[in-house]
């Protein structure tokens, strides 16, 4: 009898220590960052000199293009001196960064501090330090705990924020996320563990001879573009959004009211939806849905905003449905297309153009913003949506394929190894690599024989 998966291996001490730490100096570096999406709009002109629409907008995005253009080569870095070391000096840059805008009197400040805070790019060296501590078999949760963490601090920071700049400015916000830095140096030092060895771990980060080839495929590059128009659109957003509720008469610490039911509405509603595009192999219907969505959600902003607190609650819960979807089913849409072993260098890619969309839709939304107020901010974000849509449109349906990692000797026949596993049915694509004691498989798991597939590595 066909068994129906292998049996489920739980965290060891070390692993739950490495996971639980690794995950919460991610959130905490990226609270600090998200913590000035609801409030830098209505306050930066109050705070800091040469204040302008088009200058806001760069000091909002100015960290996504240090980010985008260091992420890679200090994932790469990492393999070469150690996790740690990168990561420490990542935290330090972030801290520095954050110390930078706080004390800075004039907007041009604040943008170098968040460039400064952008080069502390320390994403693929954690996710590489997460494969060096934790098993084959519980890796992949460990990462999604990590992306949880994200999730979490996106939705605190927006209902945190406004009650923060209202105690102690934006400054004090660039304050606390050094501090917050600082406390994340510290799990690194005595709570995350020091891996026994490091070694490339092509699921986790990046390979450089893979990049090339990921570049050409064409399924890939719209997910790529899907993820930077995305946040795009999110950054350009709270150029204006925090506008809008103020105008409709609700304080800036109390925009909260509207910002956490929205977030708790909008998580839930997209469950189902998450089911059809997981489940039920409907995804690019889901995506292609989410993004017209997007579009709607927009124009229905830049049309209907004067009309009310429905209209502009119905629009931000559409947007943020949508949006939650996608950052969701995004990751998962690459993993599936993505060639065996090379997710980590297609999650690379993806991460610079996420970033990339966060400085570009800070220094276009701020241009429009400067040249056609609001509704030049709406406008161009529901040009930019279309434009996903058209885009959205000729991405193929991915396979109902998952990813799986199984540790093998390293003293395998890798050839050898590899013709075999794809003998056996339900394995669609296998590469085995000994000197990473790891084979890389993307399996059908209708079809896949748990039991021999078992019994292929034991022998």
């Known amino acids: 009898m066909q068994s129906s998966s292998l049996p489920i291996v739980a965290f060891n001490p070390q692993e739950r220590r490495a996971a639980a730490g690794l995950a919460a100096i991610f959130a905490l570096r990226m609270l600090g960052l998200f913590l000035i999406l609801p409030v830098f709009a209505l306050r930066a002109g109050e705070e800091f000199s040469g204040a302008t629409p088009l200058l806001i907008g760069l000091a ?69 330090l997460t494969a060096d501590l934790t098993r084959e078999a519980v890796r992949t949760r460990a990462m999604a705990g990590i992306g949880m963490s994200i999730g979490g601090a996106f939705g605190l920071a927006l209902v945190s924020g406004p009650m ?29 563990p020091d891996p026994t060895h490091s070694h490339r771990h ?59 039911p929205v977030l708790a509405l909008s998580m839930g509603a997209m469950i189902p939806f998450i089911i059809q595009a997981e489940g039920r192999g409907r995804m690019k219907a889901i995506f292609v849905g989410a993004v017209a969505a997007l579009l709607i959600a927009l124009l229905g902003l830049y049309g209907l905003r004067q009309q009310g607190w429905l209209p502009i609650f119905s629009c931000l819960f559409l947007f943020f449905t949508a949006f939650n979807l996608l950052e969701a089913t995004l990751p998962s849409m690459l993993s599936k297309l993505a060639p065996v072993g090379a997710k980590g260098t297609a999650m690379g890619i993806f991460s610079t153009a996420q970033f990339s969309g966060a400085f570009l839709g800070g220094l276009f939304g701020g241009w429009a913003h400067q040249y056609g107020g609001e509704n030049g901010v709406f406008l161009f974000a529901a040009a930019v949506a279309l434009l996903w849509l058209f885009i959205a449109l000729g991405l193929p349906n991915p396979p109902k394929l998952s990813s799986h990692l199984l540790p093998v000797s390293p003293d395998a026949d890798a050839q050898a190894l590899q013709r075999a596993l794809l003998q056996i049915p339900g394995v669609e694509e296998a590469l085995v690599v000994p000197e990473e004691e790891t084979a890389y498989l993307k399996l059908d798991k209708q079809r896949i024989d748990w039991e021999q597939l078992e019994r292929r590595l034991t022998a």
């Open 164 to 192: 923060l700049a209202h105690w102690g400015g934006v400054r004090g916000i660039f304050w606390l996320t050094a501090i917050l830095a600082v406390l994340g140096m510290g799990i690194l030092a005595w709570v995350v």
């Open 60 to 128: 909002m995005g100015a960290y996504g293009l240090t980010q985008a253009l260091l992420q890679i080569p200090l994932g790469m870095l990492s393999d070469r001196i150690g996790r740690k070391p990168v990561i420490f000096a990542g935290l330090a840059l972030f801290a520095l960064g954050s110390l930078i805008a706080g004390f800075s009197e004039s907007i041009s400040g604040v943008i170098l501090g968040r460039v400064i805070q952008g080069s502390g790019a320390i994403a693929a060296a954690i996710m590489a």
């Open 202 to 260: 092509r699921d986790a980060e990046p390979v450089a001879g893979q990049l090339g080839t990921l570049l050409r495929q064409s399924s890939l590059l719209r997910l790529d573009g899907s993820v930077l128009l995305l946040h795009m659109l999110m950054t350009a957003l709270f150029l204006v959004l925090p506008l809008v509720l103020r105008e409709q008469g609700l304080p800036s610490v109390h925009h909260w009211q509207i910002y956490l």
